[in-house]
Structure formats: structure tokens, C-alpha cells
């Protein structure tokens, strides 16, 4: 039984690998690419175990377009992610085969559209605000600390929490005016969650113009759970700070979470240093989190890194994670 569920799990892959080997599969697209992020390393987590295995995540994916004229153009990406310690996929039994997006859509003069799975406008750009970018579980303090008590729905992963990601959405990426670009997902499907049967919706307003970048974000998924982020960051030669905070409570004003957090980068030639720190409070309790790391770049495709985070629960005992690590991105 287990063998035939792997068999039926691999196929997606084997069939994208096949049609990328026809020739009239191929040249039907204007462009076709598999492409995907691989990382491994071993690390003392705060579990306070030691494991080998993915410290940031891992992909595989799949995208294309077509050049259909006047200015449009059609294009797709399906993404699935998985762990590089067992080759399991990321949230086997509760998370789908293509988890991390699988999308059709246009775009043009007036923007992109694309429908499907996709990280929400909130999620799809917080990352530029934290300096492992929301990927790192040992040193990033926004994987801790944004949006905890907001899931994009509170019930799409087979019955469990998704963070990130909205099913049967519509997505909307706007060029830029004067640097700011609009972004926004809905979803026409009310969550199949107890209690509130709505809708979810998230919308982020961004500005890029020269050293400064900044964010502007709301969400709400369809049990009435909310977060509201604001992010912003000043880069002047190899250094760079960020700063973002972000506030998260659950529908009918219950529970409520207020996160600060503060980075820093410093390149210096093919090493890049970072420092972090994140304040969380939620329910009268204070959490804190500090953490430091360096990348050497090995090409511009190869990475390795280490990374250190400590974590300070209010009234609890502290706890230290540390890893060395090696992500290759192709």
C-alpha cells in the first residue's frame, strides 16, 4: 500500500521530467524550466536534539510561459517542497504534492494575474524585511514571530493550519507607479473551518526607491483571524538595516500578538553577515530572540552558511540552536 501511494506521489515530477524531453512538448512554449532550491546542513535545534537535514527549505519546480502577442503573455509554475534529510514531502499526509504553489495565469502592461495556489500578497513579500528573508528555522526571528495567530486558513491542509498559502485564489501583482507596486489574493471558497464561513482576502502596498524599500500589508482569512504588517528598509553600500512590525489576533477579538523585529546585513566580499533580533507579546507574555549568522558564497549558485539563534520565553527556559549549513540553488 505504501509502495503504490510513493509510485502515485512521484508521478507529477515524472511527467514534468518527460514533457521537458519532448521535443514538441517543448517547442509548443515559448521558454520551460525546471528549477528549485536544495539545502542541507546539521544543526542542534530547539528541541535541544541534533538533526541532518534542510535548515531553510528545499524545492523543486516547475514554470513556463508563452509569448502570446500584443504585449501577453501566459504562463504557469507549479512548486512542491520537500526535506533534504529523508526526501520526504515538507508536511507529508497534511500538506498537498505541489504545497508551495501551483498557478496558471497572464500578464501584461497592466500587471499579472494568476489563479490556483499561491502565497497570499501579505506572505508572498514580507521576507525582504527579515535578513534570512522568513527562511531560516535556527536564526530567523520572523519565522517565529510574524502573523502567529493569522493562518491563511485555519483547516486547507487536509484539516490542519497552512501559513502562507490560499487554495482556489486569484492573484494580482500591479506594475510599478512612482516605485509603488499593489498586490492582492482573494478567494471565492468560504473556509470550511468551525465557526466563521467567510472569505479570505490579503492586500500589500510596496515601495521600492533607492536605498529605501517599504511595506504596507493587511489579511484576513475566512474565520475572521487578522495580521497587519508594516516593513521597512534602508540599504546604503554592503550594509543594510530592516525593521518590521506586525500585529496578529484571532476572529472575534480574542487572543492578540504584537511582534517587533530588527536586522541588519553586511556584505564584505563573498561573506555576507547578519544579526537579528525579535520581541514578541502575546496573551501578557513577553518572548525574545537574537540571532547571527554569516553566508560565504561559493559561486552564485552555492552558498555556505552558519547560523545561531537563541530564544528567551517570558517565565520559561531559554533555549540555543546553532548549524552550519550548504544550499545549492539551480
Not at 15 to 41: E, W
Request: hydrophobic fraction near 40%; proline fraction near 3%.
Amino acid at each position: 500500500m505504501h509502495t503504490h501511494t510513493n509510485i502515485l506521489r512521484t508521478l507529477p515530477l515524472c511527467a514534468a521530467a518527460l514533457l521537458l524531453g519532448l521535443p514538441g512538448a517543448a517547442s509548443a512554449q515559448s521558454q520551460v524550466r525546471l528549477s528549485g532550491f536544495l539545502d542541507v546542513g546539521v544543526y542542534h535545534g530547539f528541541d535541544r536534539a541534533t538533526h541532518v537535514g534542510t535548515i531553510q527549505r528545499s524545492n523543486v519546480a516547475l514554470s513556463g510561459s508563452e509569448d502570446l502577442g500584443g504585449g501577453l503573455k501566459a504562463g504557469f509554475r507549479f512548486s512542491s517542497r520537500f526535506e533534504m534529510g529523508t526526501g520526504a514531502i515538507e508536511g507529508d499526509g497534511a500538506k498537498p504534492f505541489w504545497h508551495d504553489e501551483a498557478t496558471l495565469g497572464l500578464s501584461g502592461s497592466w500587471g499579472s494575474l494568476r489563479m490556483g495556489r499561491a502565497l497570499t500578497a501579505l506572505w508572498a513579500y514580507d521576507w525582504e524585511f527579515d535578513p534570512w528573508a522568513n527562511f531560516n528555522r535556527i536564526a530567523s526571528p520572523a519565522w517565529y514571530y510574524w502573523h502567529a495567530l493569522a493562518p491563511t486558513d485555519r483547516v486547507s491542509n487536509n484539516g490542519s493550519a497552512e501559513y502562507g498559502r490560499m487554495n482556489n485564489g486569484f492573484f494580482y501583482d500591479s506594475p510599478a507607479f512612482s516605485g509603488v507596486t499593489l498586490h492582492l489574493s482573494a478567494s471565492p471558497d468560504r473556509t470550511a473551518a468551525p465557526g466563521s464561513q467567510g472569505r479570505g482576502y490579503s492586500a500589500a502596498m510596496r515601495y521600492h526607491g533607492g536605498p529605501i524599500a517599504a511595506m504596507l500589508a493587511h489579511e484576513r482569512n475566512g474565520s475572521g483571524d487578522k495580521a497587519t504588517f508594516l516593513g521597512g528598509k534602508y540599504a546604503a553600500g554592503a550594509f543594510a538595516v530592516m525593521a518590521a512590525l506586525d500585529y496578529s489576533r484571532t476572529g472575534g477579538g480574542g487572543a492578540s500578538a504584537r511582534a517587533l523585529t530588527l536586522g541588519a546585513t553586511y556584505a564584505t566580499g563573498a561573506t555576507t553577515l547578519k544579526a537579528g533580533y525579535g520581541r514578541q507579546r502575546t496573551g501578557g507574555v513577553t518572548n525574545h530572540f537574537a540571532s547571527l549568522g554569516a553566508d560565504y558564497a561559493l559561486s552564485k549558485r552555492s552558498t555556505a552558511y552558519v547560523s545561531l539563534g537563541h530564544q528567551k520565553p517570558s517565565g520559561a527556559r531559554s533555549a540555543t540552536a546553532f548549524g552550519v549549513g550548504l544550499s545549492h540553488a539551480f
